[in-house]
Structure formats: C-alpha cells, structure tokens
C-alpha cells in the first residue's frame, strides 16, 4: 500500500479528475498537493482546497513529477508473447486501484463478473460486470477504461466490455480477507 503523503508543487496548471465526483478540474501552477496515494499508474491528491483529485502518469511526466509514482508498477500477465489465461486477467485486474481506497478492485469486490468468449476474429472477449463502493461515484467510467487498458495489454485479449451495476450494492462483506487486514477492518 502506498501511502507517501509527499507535497509536491506544481510547475504547470494540470487537468485533474475530482473524487468521487469524476468531474474534471484544473490545479494551477504553485499549487501545492499532498500526495495521498500512488498506485495503478495514478497518483490521488489532496487539493489546497482539500478536494481529493486524480493525476494521471501521463501529466505526472509532463510537469516532471514521475517520481511520486514511485517504482513502476509491473503489469501482471502482459507477456506479450504469452498464452491467454484467466489468471492473467485477475492478476492484472489487481493492478487497477479504487482512488479512494488503496485497494485494488478485486480485493475491494468491485469485480462481479470476469468471463472471456472467444471471438470470430480470433483472441477473446473479456466481459467485466463491475460496481463501485457508492452509486454516486463519478469514477466508474474512469476506472472502466483503467481496466480496458490495463487487459488489453494482455495476449489473446480482443476486446474488453465493462458494465457498471449497482445490483447488488457493494457493501463491506465483499471485501476479501486481506484488504479488510490492510484497511484495519479487523
């Protein structure tokens, strides 16, 4: 779990994803964010104004701040020249982070739903039925294209379909073991 709380200033105005809402904002340069998590390849952030934003890697770069990434995290399965699996999808699922919770979303029990049907054109397609923690959260459709991104890299992976339900709500119970260790639940 990456908890750093580091303060970075920001030397360029940044696009940002606000959290929970999903909405889009803009920090300012010389703004100064505590880094609240870094993991899947983002960075959530606690405003000035003490609003939790995302950061994407990509503007990380850009402003010079890839450092707060810290060390690159591997994708699991994304051998390019690998055999399909399942385990592969879960074990790369793993690598996506709720923004909120520094807990990937198969701990969290966002995943509902993961199967794979073979295409006409060859390779397979992955359907994820997924929810989030609270059906107000504007990060579904942010997390959604986390993951089709992150399986995509996968071999043998065509297509990747992500529903977002709320049937059933996601409640605590879905939680596995060791993320209600890691979150203190316990």
């Given amino acids: 779990m990456s ?6 200033e920001l030397p360029d105005d940044c696009a940002v994803t606000l ?3 999903g909405m889009t904002a803009i ?5 100064q964010v505590m880094v609240t998590q870094a993991l899947g390849g983002s960075i959530t952030v606690q405003t000035p104004t003490g609003h939790l934003a995302r950061i994407e890697a990509r503007d990380l770069r850009r402003l010079g701040l890839e450092d707060l990434l810290g060390e690159p995290e ?4 994304a051998d390019p020249d690998g055999e399909f699996s399942m385990d592969a999808v879960t074990e ?9 919770i520094p807990i990937n979303i198969v701990d969290l029990g966002l995943i509902y739903r993961c199967d794979a049907e073979p295409t ?3 390779g397979n397609r992955i359907l994820i039925d997924m929810t989030m923690t609270a059906p107000g959260c504007g990060m579904g ?3 959604a294209e986390d993951v089709k991104a992150k399986l995509l890299r996968l071999p043998g992976v065509a297509t990747v379909d992500v529903n977002i339900v709320f049937d059933p709500p996601w409640g605590m119970e879905k939680m596995s073991e060791t993320a ?3 979150l203190g639940l316990y």
Avoid: C, Y
């Avoid at 591997?74 to 399965?77: R, T, V, Y």
């Avoid at 790369?92 to 909120?100: A, C, I, M, S």
């Fill in 3 to 8: 908890m750093s709380r580091s303060i970075a």
């Fill in 74 to 77: 591997e994708d699991k399965g």
């Fill in 141 to 143: 459709d942010i997390l």
């Fill in 27 to 31: 920090l300012h340069a010389g703004d």
């Fill in 19 to 21: 959290i929970p809402s």
């Fill in 120 to 122: 006409d054109a060859g």
């Fill in 180 to 182: 209600k260790i890691e």
């Fill in 92 to 100: 790369q699922l793993r690598t996506v982070f709720d923004p909120e």
